[in-house]
Protein backbone atom coordinates (compact mmCIF):
# COMPACT_ATOMS: atom_id res chain seq x y z
CA UNK A 1 0.00 0.00 0.00
CA UNK A 2 1.30 3.33 -0.53
CA UNK A 3 1.71 5.70 1.82
CA UNK A 4 0.67 9.48 2.15
CA UNK A 5 3.42 10.58 4.18
CA UNK A 6 3.76 14.20 4.24
CA UNK A 7 7.53 16.26 5.28
CA UNK A 8 6.78 18.80 8.03
CA UNK A 9 9.08 21.72 8.65
CA UNK A 10 8.95 24.39 11.38
CA UNK A 11 7.77 27.53 9.68
CA UNK A 12 5.93 25.56 7.09
CA UNK A 13 3.73 22.66 6.65
CA UNK A 14 4.53 21.99 2.97
CA UNK A 15 1.99 19.68 2.93
CA UNK A 16 -1.52 18.35 4.29
CA UNK A 17 -1.88 17.91 7.60
CA UNK A 18 -4.83 17.95 10.12
CA UNK A 19 -6.10 17.39 13.42
CA UNK A 20 -7.51 14.45 15.39
CA UNK A 21 -9.83 13.73 18.34
CA UNK A 22 -9.09 12.64 22.02
CA UNK A 23 -10.11 10.33 24.49
CA UNK A 24 -11.21 11.10 28.53
CA UNK A 25 -9.06 9.88 31.05
CA UNK A 26 -11.11 7.10 31.96
CA UNK A 27 -8.95 4.14 31.84
CA UNK A 28 -9.75 1.17 34.30
CA UNK A 29 -6.63 1.30 37.02
CA UNK A 30 -3.70 -1.35 35.90
CA UNK A 31 -2.55 -4.22 37.76
CA UNK A 32 0.11 -4.14 35.56
CA UNK A 33 4.03 -3.82 37.53
CA UNK A 34 6.25 -4.58 34.79
CA UNK A 35 9.20 -2.20 34.38
CA UNK A 36 8.24 1.22 34.23
CA UNK A 37 10.81 4.67 34.15
CA UNK A 38 10.90 6.85 36.82
CA UNK A 39 8.00 10.23 35.90
CA UNK A 40 9.51 13.23 35.18
CA UNK A 41 13.23 12.06 35.32
CA UNK A 42 15.42 13.00 32.67
CA UNK A 43 18.05 10.69 31.82
CA UNK A 44 21.83 10.75 30.77
CA UNK A 45 22.10 8.08 28.28
CA UNK A 46 21.85 8.90 24.67
CA UNK A 47 19.53 12.07 24.52
CA UNK A 48 16.45 11.50 21.58
CA UNK A 49 18.06 12.72 18.24
CA UNK A 50 15.47 14.15 16.21
CA UNK A 51 18.04 15.61 13.44
CA UNK A 52 16.01 14.00 10.36
CA UNK A 53 12.69 15.42 11.41
CA UNK A 54 9.89 14.09 8.94
CA UNK A 55 7.24 15.87 11.35
CA UNK A 56 3.86 14.91 12.94
CA UNK A 57 1.14 17.79 11.85
CA UNK A 58 -1.68 16.11 13.96
CA UNK A 59 -3.27 12.96 15.24
CA UNK A 60 -2.90 10.78 13.17
CA UNK A 61 -0.22 12.58 11.01
CA UNK A 62 -2.01 14.32 8.11
CA UNK A 63 -5.27 14.80 6.92
CA UNK A 64 -5.40 11.61 5.71
CA UNK A 65 -5.27 10.29 8.98
CA UNK A 66 -3.47 7.10 8.07
CA UNK A 67 -1.03 7.22 11.33
CA UNK A 68 2.07 5.70 9.42
CA UNK A 69 5.20 7.35 9.21
CA UNK A 70 7.60 5.57 7.59
CA UNK A 71 10.69 7.85 7.65
CA UNK A 72 10.40 7.62 11.27
CA UNK A 73 12.43 4.86 13.18
CA UNK A 74 10.99 4.68 16.90
CA UNK A 75 12.21 2.14 19.72
CA UNK A 76 11.50 -1.36 18.93
CA UNK A 77 13.33 -2.40 21.78
CA UNK A 78 14.57 -1.61 25.77
CA UNK A 79 12.69 1.80 25.24
CA UNK A 80 13.65 4.56 27.63
CA UNK A 81 11.33 7.57 29.25
CA UNK A 82 13.87 10.17 28.13
CA UNK A 83 11.66 13.25 29.87
CA UNK A 84 8.16 14.06 31.07
CA UNK A 85 6.31 17.62 31.66
CA UNK A 86 3.83 17.65 33.86
CA UNK A 87 1.09 20.54 33.52
CA UNK A 88 -0.81 21.97 36.39
CA UNK A 89 -3.74 19.76 38.78
CA UNK A 90 -7.52 20.00 38.15
CA UNK A 91 -7.56 21.14 34.90
CA UNK A 92 -9.31 18.45 33.28
CA UNK A 93 -8.27 14.98 31.35
CA UNK A 94 -6.00 16.13 29.10
CA UNK A 95 -5.33 13.45 26.05
CA UNK A 96 -4.68 15.15 22.80
CA UNK A 97 -1.60 13.57 20.77
CA UNK A 98 0.81 16.43 20.23
CA UNK A 99 1.91 17.74 16.58
CA UNK A 100 5.69 17.83 16.17
CA UNK A 101 7.60 19.60 13.45
CA UNK A 102 11.05 20.40 13.67
CA UNK A 103 11.93 19.79 16.90
CA UNK A 104 9.36 21.18 18.67
CA UNK A 105 5.72 19.42 20.27
CA UNK A 106 2.65 21.59 20.53
CA UNK A 107 0.24 20.30 22.74
CA UNK A 108 -2.62 20.79 24.43
CA UNK A 109 -1.15 21.16 28.52
CA UNK A 110 -4.47 21.65 31.32
CA UNK A 111 -5.83 25.54 30.63
CA UNK A 112 -2.76 26.28 28.01
CA UNK A 113 -1.14 25.05 24.66
CA UNK A 114 2.43 24.78 24.93
CA UNK A 115 5.51 24.43 22.61
CA UNK A 116 8.37 22.80 23.63
CA UNK A 117 11.94 20.95 22.66
CA UNK A 118 11.09 17.73 21.80
CA UNK A 119 15.18 16.75 22.41
CA UNK A 120 15.16 18.61 26.31
CA UNK A 121 11.53 19.11 26.96
CA UNK A 122 12.39 22.59 27.66
CA UNK A 123 9.31 24.95 27.03
CA UNK A 124 10.07 27.44 24.40
CA UNK A 125 6.40 29.53 25.11
CA UNK A 126 3.06 29.18 26.99
CA UNK A 127 -0.17 30.74 26.44
CA UNK A 128 -2.98 30.18 28.59
CA UNK A 129 -6.56 29.41 27.24
CA UNK A 130 -9.87 29.84 29.22
CA UNK A 131 -10.57 26.19 29.16
CA UNK A 132 -8.82 22.97 29.19
CA UNK A 133 -7.87 22.21 25.99
CA UNK A 134 -9.55 18.65 24.78
CA UNK A 135 -8.61 18.44 21.71
CA UNK A 136 -4.91 17.48 19.28
CA UNK A 137 -3.56 20.60 17.62
CA UNK A 138 -2.65 20.82 13.91
CA UNK A 139 0.07 23.09 12.14
CA UNK A 140 -0.02 24.75 9.32
CA UNK A 141 0.64 27.92 7.58
CA UNK A 142 3.46 29.22 10.21
CA UNK A 143 0.53 28.43 12.92
CA UNK A 144 -0.56 26.01 15.20
CA UNK A 145 -4.28 25.55 15.26
CA UNK A 146 -6.26 24.33 18.40
CA UNK A 147 -10.04 24.30 19.66
CA UNK A 148 -11.64 24.67 22.80
CA UNK A 149 -14.72 23.93 24.28
CA UNK A 150 -17.37 26.18 26.91
CA UNK A 151 -15.86 29.77 27.68
CA UNK A 152 -14.54 31.67 24.65
CA UNK A 153 -14.74 28.10 22.93
CA UNK A 154 -13.72 28.12 19.24
CA UNK A 155 -11.16 27.87 16.94
CA UNK A 156 -7.85 29.91 17.21
CA UNK A 157 -4.92 30.10 15.54
CA UNK A 158 -1.48 30.94 17.31
CA UNK A 159 1.56 32.21 15.64
CA UNK A 160 4.23 28.65 16.05
CA UNK A 161 6.65 31.11 16.62
CA UNK A 162 6.31 33.10 20.09
CA UNK A 163 2.52 31.52 20.69
CA UNK A 164 1.03 35.09 19.84
CA UNK A 165 -2.98 34.48 19.24
CA UNK A 166 -3.32 35.46 15.48
CA UNK A 167 -7.04 34.92 15.14
CA UNK A 168 -9.94 33.47 17.03
CA UNK A 169 -13.16 32.24 15.55
CA UNK A 170 -15.88 31.78 18.10
CA UNK A 171 -17.57 28.36 17.34
CA UNK A 172 -19.36 25.45 19.47
CA UNK A 173 -16.84 22.74 18.43
CA UNK A 174 -16.94 18.57 18.34
CA UNK A 175 -13.47 18.07 17.05
CA UNK A 176 -9.88 18.73 16.33
CA UNK A 177 -8.89 21.26 13.97
CA UNK A 178 -7.79 19.81 10.27
CA UNK A 179 -5.14 21.95 8.40
CA UNK A 180 -4.96 21.13 4.33
CA UNK A 181 -2.90 23.73 1.93
CA UNK A 182 -4.17 27.03 3.12
CA UNK A 183 -7.95 25.61 5.08
CA UNK A 184 -8.69 24.81 8.70
CA UNK A 185 -11.79 22.47 9.00
CA UNK A 186 -13.70 22.07 12.51
CA UNK A 187 -17.01 20.39 13.33
CA UNK A 188 -18.89 21.73 15.29
CA UNK A 189 -22.83 21.30 17.07
CA UNK A 190 -24.86 23.40 14.76
CA UNK A 191 -27.68 22.18 12.83
CA UNK A 192 -26.77 22.85 8.92
CA UNK A 193 -23.01 24.24 10.04
CA UNK A 194 -21.89 20.65 11.56
CA UNK A 195 -18.30 21.08 9.01
CA UNK A 196 -16.84 24.90 8.68
CA UNK A 197 -14.35 25.72 6.64
CA UNK A 198 -12.03 28.89 7.63
CA UNK A 199 -8.75 30.55 5.89
CA UNK A 200 -6.07 29.37 7.66
CA UNK A 201 -4.40 32.76 7.83
CA UNK A 202 -7.02 34.83 9.39
CA UNK A 203 -10.49 32.61 10.61
CA UNK A 204 -12.37 33.91 7.42
CA UNK A 205 -15.57 31.66 7.12
CA UNK A 206 -15.09 29.98 3.34
CA UNK A 207 -18.32 27.54 3.48
CA UNK A 208 -19.96 25.24 5.94
CA UNK A 209 -21.78 22.01 5.34
CA UNK A 210 -24.31 20.40 7.27
CA UNK A 211 -27.51 18.44 7.60
CA UNK A 212 -31.25 19.96 9.01
CA UNK A 213 -31.16 17.79 11.68
CA UNK A 214 -29.61 18.55 15.52
CA UNK A 215 -26.03 17.15 15.09
CA UNK A 216 -25.17 14.26 17.82
CA UNK A 217 -23.15 15.35 20.65
CA UNK A 218 -21.70 11.54 20.77
CA UNK A 219 -19.90 12.48 17.54
CA UNK A 220 -16.25 13.66 17.79
CA UNK A 221 -14.40 12.38 14.68
CA UNK A 222 -12.84 15.18 12.48
CA UNK A 223 -12.86 15.45 8.82
CA UNK A 224 -10.62 14.09 6.53
CA UNK A 225 -9.10 15.51 3.30
CA UNK A 226 -7.68 13.97 0.22
CA UNK A 227 -6.98 15.58 -2.74
CA UNK A 228 -9.53 17.86 -3.51
CA UNK A 229 -12.08 16.16 -1.26
CA UNK A 230 -13.35 16.46 2.37
CA UNK A 231 -14.61 13.79 3.88
CA UNK A 232 -16.38 13.46 7.50
CA UNK A 233 -19.09 11.30 9.27
CA UNK A 234 -22.51 12.72 10.09
CA UNK A 235 -25.12 11.70 12.59
CA UNK A 236 -28.45 13.27 13.67
CA UNK A 237 -29.16 13.13 17.27
CA UNK A 238 -31.44 10.35 17.24
CA UNK A 239 -30.21 8.74 14.40
CA UNK A 240 -29.19 4.94 14.20
CA UNK A 241 -27.07 5.36 11.23
CA UNK A 242 -24.25 7.90 9.87
CA UNK A 243 -23.72 9.09 6.92
CA UNK A 244 -20.18 10.20 5.03
CA UNK A 245 -20.57 12.95 2.93
CA UNK A 246 -17.78 13.84 0.20
CA UNK A 247 -17.35 17.43 -0.38
CA UNK A 248 -15.98 19.71 -2.71
CA UNK A 249 -13.02 21.18 -0.56
CA UNK A 250 -13.19 24.59 -2.55
CA UNK A 251 -16.57 25.08 -2.28
CA UNK A 252 -18.19 22.80 0.26
CA UNK A 253 -20.83 21.51 -2.27
CA UNK A 254 -21.93 17.61 -1.63
CA UNK A 255 -20.49 15.22 -4.72
CA UNK A 256 -22.12 11.83 -3.10
CA UNK A 257 -23.37 10.51 0.50
CA UNK A 258 -22.88 6.82 1.42
CA UNK A 259 -24.76 5.90 4.51
CA UNK A 260 -22.95 2.95 6.96
CA UNK A 261 -24.93 0.39 8.80
CA UNK A 262 -24.36 1.81 12.67
CA UNK A 263 -23.02 5.12 14.40
CA UNK A 264 -19.57 5.89 14.16
CA UNK A 265 -18.89 8.12 16.85
CA UNK A 266 -14.94 8.86 16.93
CA UNK A 267 -13.70 6.75 14.44
CA UNK A 268 -12.96 9.50 11.67
CA UNK A 269 -11.94 8.06 8.20
CA UNK A 270 -8.53 7.13 7.49
CA UNK A 271 -7.66 7.19 3.12
CA UNK A 272 -5.51 5.02 1.62
CA UNK A 273 -5.62 4.30 -1.76
CA UNK A 274 -8.52 5.26 -2.69
CA UNK A 275 -10.12 3.75 0.49
CA UNK A 276 -11.53 5.12 3.28
CA UNK A 277 -11.50 2.84 6.55
CA UNK A 278 -13.34 3.89 9.63
CA UNK A 279 -15.23 1.84 12.67
CA UNK A 280 -18.60 2.12 13.70
CA UNK A 281 -19.55 1.86 17.36
CA UNK A 282 -21.22 -1.60 16.85
CA UNK A 283 -17.75 -3.08 16.02
CA UNK A 284 -18.13 -2.89 12.37
CA UNK A 285 -15.22 -2.06 10.20
CA UNK A 286 -15.61 -0.65 6.60
CA UNK A 287 -13.71 0.08 3.55
CA UNK A 288 -15.32 2.33 1.41
CA UNK A 289 -14.35 2.90 -2.30
CA UNK A 290 -13.70 6.58 -2.29
CA UNK A 291 -14.05 6.20 -6.69
CA UNK A 292 -17.12 3.84 -7.12
CA UNK A 293 -18.73 5.03 -4.03
CA UNK A 294 -19.15 1.97 -2.40
CA UNK A 295 -18.41 -0.63 0.15
CA UNK A 296 -15.51 -3.00 -0.97
CA UNK A 297 -16.39 -4.69 2.61
CA UNK A 298 -17.38 -5.12 6.19
CA UNK A 299 -15.39 -6.77 8.86
CA UNK A 300 -17.26 -7.97 11.98
CA UNK A 301 -15.35 -6.85 15.12
CA UNK A 302 -16.23 -7.08 19.22
CA UNK A 303 -16.66 -4.07 20.90
CA UNK A 304 -16.95 -0.37 19.91
CA UNK A 305 -14.44 0.54 17.08
CA UNK A 306 -13.42 4.28 18.60
CA UNK A 307 -9.97 4.66 17.30
CA UNK A 308 -9.62 6.10 13.91
CA UNK A 309 -7.86 3.18 11.64
CA UNK A 310 -3.71 3.11 11.55
CA UNK A 311 -3.14 2.20 7.69
CA UNK A 312 0.51 0.81 6.54
CA UNK A 313 2.03 -2.37 4.93
CA UNK A 314 -1.00 -3.71 3.54
CA UNK A 315 -2.41 -3.86 6.77
CA UNK A 316 -5.52 -2.00 8.69
CA UNK A 317 -4.55 -1.77 12.06
CA UNK A 318 -7.66 -0.79 14.83
CA UNK A 319 -8.50 -0.83 18.60
CA UNK A 320 -11.71 -2.11 20.57
CA UNK A 321 -12.69 -0.71 23.96
CA UNK A 322 -13.02 -4.27 25.05
CA UNK A 323 -8.90 -3.99 25.15
CA UNK A 324 -8.31 -5.70 21.32
CA UNK A 325 -6.49 -4.81 18.82
CA UNK A 326 -7.05 -6.12 15.12
CA UNK A 327 -4.58 -6.54 12.36
CA UNK A 328 -7.02 -6.46 9.03
CA UNK A 329 -6.39 -7.65 5.38
CA UNK A 330 -6.84 -4.15 3.93
CA UNK A 331 -7.72 -5.90 0.38
CA UNK A 332 -10.25 -8.55 1.85
CA UNK A 333 -10.36 -7.82 5.52
CA UNK A 334 -9.97 -11.19 6.49
CA UNK A 335 -8.83 -10.33 10.37
CA UNK A 336 -4.77 -11.80 10.37
CA UNK A 337 -4.34 -11.30 13.93
CA UNK A 338 -6.16 -9.94 17.56
CA UNK A 339 -4.59 -9.40 20.63
CA UNK A 340 -5.10 -8.02 23.72
CA UNK A 341 -3.22 -4.99 24.19
CA UNK A 342 -4.99 -3.19 27.00
CA UNK A 343 -6.34 -0.45 24.66
CA UNK A 344 -9.25 1.99 25.57
CA UNK A 345 -9.94 4.66 22.55
CA UNK A 346 -6.34 5.48 21.43
CA UNK A 347 -5.21 5.66 17.44
CA UNK A 348 -1.74 3.73 17.69
CA UNK A 349 1.03 5.13 15.30
CA UNK A 350 3.01 2.96 12.99
CA UNK A 351 6.70 3.71 11.31
CA UNK A 352 6.81 0.53 9.21
CA UNK A 353 8.32 -1.48 11.72
CA UNK A 354 6.61 -0.92 15.28
CA UNK A 355 2.88 -0.36 16.34
CA UNK A 356 2.71 2.76 19.40
CA UNK A 357 -0.47 2.13 21.41
CA UNK A 358 -1.76 4.22 23.95
CA UNK A 359 -4.01 2.99 26.78
CA UNK A 360 -3.51 2.52 30.25
CA UNK A 361 0.12 2.26 29.41
CA UNK A 362 2.32 3.22 26.17
CA UNK A 363 3.77 0.57 24.99
CA UNK A 364 5.98 -0.72 21.38
CA UNK A 365 3.78 -3.40 19.14
CA UNK A 366 5.44 -6.20 16.97
CA UNK A 367 3.10 -5.60 13.64
CA UNK A 368 3.01 -8.91 12.44
CA UNK A 369 1.96 -10.34 15.69
CA UNK A 370 0.73 -8.08 17.98
CA UNK A 371 3.44 -8.65 20.57
CA UNK A 372 4.34 -6.24 23.02
CA UNK A 373 7.66 -5.70 22.44
CA UNK A 374 7.73 -2.54 25.48
CA UNK A 375 5.84 -1.20 28.14
CA UNK A 376 6.14 2.41 29.68
CA UNK A 377 3.60 3.12 32.71
CA UNK A 378 2.70 5.88 34.78
CA UNK A 379 3.10 6.06 38.78
CA UNK A 380 -0.02 6.70 39.82
CA UNK A 381 -2.16 4.22 42.19
CA UNK A 382 -5.98 5.02 40.94
CA UNK A 383 -6.13 5.48 37.20
CA UNK A 384 -3.91 6.53 33.88
CA UNK A 385 -4.22 6.19 30.16
CA UNK A 386 -2.23 7.55 27.22
CA UNK A 387 -3.27 9.28 24.36
CA UNK A 388 -2.87 8.35 20.88
CA UNK A 389 0.74 8.83 20.49
CA UNK A 390 3.20 10.49 17.69
CA UNK A 391 6.16 8.99 16.46
CA UNK A 392 8.90 11.27 15.00
CA UNK A 393 12.30 10.57 14.59
CA UNK A 394 13.72 7.73 16.63
CA UNK A 395 11.30 9.39 19.58
CA UNK A 396 8.11 8.45 20.68
CA UNK A 397 5.53 11.95 21.61
CA UNK A 398 2.54 11.61 24.06
CA UNK A 399 0.54 12.65 26.80
CA UNK A 400 -0.71 11.21 29.66
CA UNK A 401 -3.40 11.70 31.85
CA UNK A 402 -3.75 10.41 35.70
CA UNK A 403 -6.41 10.38 38.57
CA UNK A 404 -4.18 11.63 41.52
CA UNK A 405 -7.74 10.65 44.46
CA UNK A 406 -9.96 7.75 45.03
CA UNK A 407 -12.73 10.27 43.91
CA UNK A 408 -10.82 10.41 40.65
CA UNK A 409 -11.75 14.64 40.60
CA UNK A 410 -7.98 15.19 40.26
CA UNK A 411 -6.18 15.19 37.09
CA UNK A 412 -1.84 14.85 36.60
CA UNK A 413 -1.31 15.56 33.17
CA UNK A 414 1.75 15.17 31.29
CA UNK A 415 3.89 14.90 27.90
CA UNK A 416 6.72 12.03 27.77
CA UNK A 417 9.20 11.83 25.05
CA UNK A 418 10.13 7.78 25.12
CA UNK A 419 13.45 6.58 22.94
Known sequence: MTDDSTRVDRRSVLAVVGGGLLAGCSAPTTSDRSPRTTDDERTTEAATDLSVDTGWGMFGRNARHTGHSPDASGPRTDATQQWSHTCAQDQGDILGTPAVADGIAYVGCGRSVEALDVTTGAVEWSRTLSRANRFSPALGAGRVYVTIRGERAGLYGFARDGGDT??????????????????????????????????????????????????????????????????????????????????????????????????????????????????????????????????????????????????????????????????????????????????????????????????????????????????????????????????????????SCVKTDSQQTRYDNRIHVVG
Open 166 to 399: EWHQPLQVVSAPVYADGTVYARTRTAGKTLRAFDADDGTEQWHHGRDCQPSDAVWSPPTVRDDTVLYLATCADGERSTLFALDRATGTERWHHEIDGVASRSAPAVADGVAYVGDNGGRLYAIDLEGRRERWTAPLEGQLWTTPTVGHDTVYVGSVTGTLYAVDAAEGAVDWHRNVGLTYETAAFDGETLYVGGVNLQGVDPASGETLWRVNTTNTFSSQFASPAVVGNAVVAT
